[in-house]
């Protein structure tokens, strides 16, 4: 199970910076690799828009 990022994403780069093992990706919207994703949250909580959801 890993978060995802949805396209309410508004590209601000807050969740990046607090994703603790590396796993988001920037681009028109960011993106989130499954396989390095360990499932913590701490994005899903830092987005300002609610973006990142769990799968
Ligand atoms: Fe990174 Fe945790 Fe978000 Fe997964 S759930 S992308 S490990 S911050």
Known sequence: MAYKITESCVACGTC??????GAISEGDIYSINPDTCI???TCAGACPTG???EE
């Open 16 to 21: 990046a910076g607090e994703c603790p093992v």
């Open 39 to 41: 499932s913590c949250g």
């Open 51 to 53: 973006a990142i959801v």
